[in-house]
């Protein structure tokens, strides 16, 4: 199946700082990717839709000032948080869809973000 | 809007079957999706059903029964490795591919 990276796995940043997370899709293009957020034993939350070459969309209630999100090439996104506050610590995932059928999500491993 | 629902969370012995059961209801319907995800990890995919009926791949098994707005992921010959958190998913009839994600059903194996 298709492989997506992300980057960082892990990272810890003191409040009011910005952090840049990476996702790459390794073996194939994509022109979308997606960008979600998990807290602990609850569900992956879509926070919006990486468009290649265009501006992110956005699910209701993120703020998009806040989440900044670049698709610059075919194989990589990036999603920024701007002035990261504890409640912005969670777990990060990306995806990009796959060329299968039900063009199922391949997801990157996740980044968990602490913010201290 | 979508409401998916499926149990918190379940056990199950070594070597035994399992059943985990989602419900949904949506606007229209354009596939069910399952994951497995564990601890700390991002979610892997394991079926997909758009069509009514059982999806077999190995161990596992997938059923959809679209006029009951119902599916369940059937593990067999159960592992502790299988021990982690399985998501269903459903893509609504808007158009996008984009699905919404259940809470997940936390499986524990235990010897």
């Known amino acids: 199946g298709a492989v997506v990276s992300q980057h960082p796995s892990r990272v810890i940043c003191k409040s009011g700082t910005s952090v840049k997370i990476e996702c790459r899709s390794l073996d194939f293009q994509a022109t979308t990717m997606f960008w979600y957020r998990q807290f602990p034993k609850k569900s992956l939350m879509l926070m919006a839709t990486s468009n290649e070459g265009s501006k992110a969309t956005y699910e209701q209630g993120v703020e998009k000032d806040k989440f900044l999100i670049n698709h610059a090439s075919l194989t990589l996104s990036t999603l920024t948080v701007t002035s990261a506050h504890p409640e912005d610590s969670s777990f990060y995932i990306c995806?990009?869809?796959?060329?299968?059928?039900?063009?199922?999500?391949?997801f990157g491993p996740g980044t968990r973000l602490t913010v201290l | 809007g979508q409401n998916i629902d499926q149990p918190t969370e379940m056990t199950a012995t070594e070597g035994a079957i399992v059943q985990i059961n989602c419900t949904y209801q949506t606007s229209g319907f354009n596939g069910l999706f399952w994951y497995q995800q564990h601890a700390g990890e991002a979610p892997t995919f394991l079926s997909y059903n758009v069509l009514d009926g059982l999806e077999e791949k190995g161990r596992f098994s997938s059923f959809l029964s679209r006029s009951k707005g119902y599916s369940y992921l059937l593990l067999k010959e159960l592992q502790m490795k299988d021990s982690a958190s399985y998501l269903c998913?459903?893509?609504?009839?808007?158009?996008?591919?984009?699905?919404?994600f259940g809470r997940g059903t936390s499986l524990i194996v235990h010897p």
């Open positions: 995806s990009a869809p796959g060329q299968g059928k039900g063009y199922e999500q391949f």
């Open positions: 998913a459903v893509r609504d009839g808007r158009g996008s591919y984009i699905p919404t």
